[in-house]
């Protein structure tokens, strides 16, 4: 079954960086998005970056600028490079991945994706 592990959260202050590491594994299709969503206590889990199979990257407006997704070369690892951190990005961060791609990026909601790691917590301070 198609697995999805986060790892590299972890506490840091404003202005700092992180860089999220998302291991994909038995994923069994040639085209993908693959996505990093976050949910902070008592909100709703929103998507913040997207890659999909043919390099196409599309952010949200709240981290444009600041974070870049990334995969490696086989495609089997996603990254999420944060810098300039604010407090306001302090969540709970996920990968996802689905193999349904857009001729313009990747879905934006938790509904067009299949499959999802279990998170690692991003703490931010001022």
């Known amino acids: 079954q198609v697995q999805l592990v986060e790892s590299g959260g972890g506490s840091v202050q404003a202005g700092g960086s992180l860089r999220l590491s998302c291991a994909v594994s038995?994923?069994?299709?040639?085209?993908?998005?693959m996505a990093w969503f976050r949910q902070a206590p008592g909100k709703e889990r929103e998507s913040v970056a997207r890659i999909n199979s043919r390099g196409i990257t599309t952010y949200a407006d709240s981290v444009k600028g600041r974070f870049t997704v990334s995969t490696d070369n086989t495609k089997t690892t996603l990254f999420l490079q944060m810098d300039v951190l604010k407090p306001e990005d302090s969540a709970k961060y996920y990968c996802?991945?689905?193999?349904?791609?857009?001729?313009?990026?990747?879905?934006?909601?938790?509904?067009?994706?299949?499959?999802w790691g279990r998170g690692t917590q991003v703490t931010v301070s001022s």
């Open positions: 038995n994923y069994p299709y040639a085209d993908f998005c």
């Open positions: 996802a991945a689905t193999p349904r791609i857009l001729w313009n990026g990747c879905g934006v909601d938790r509904d067009d994706y299949n499959y």
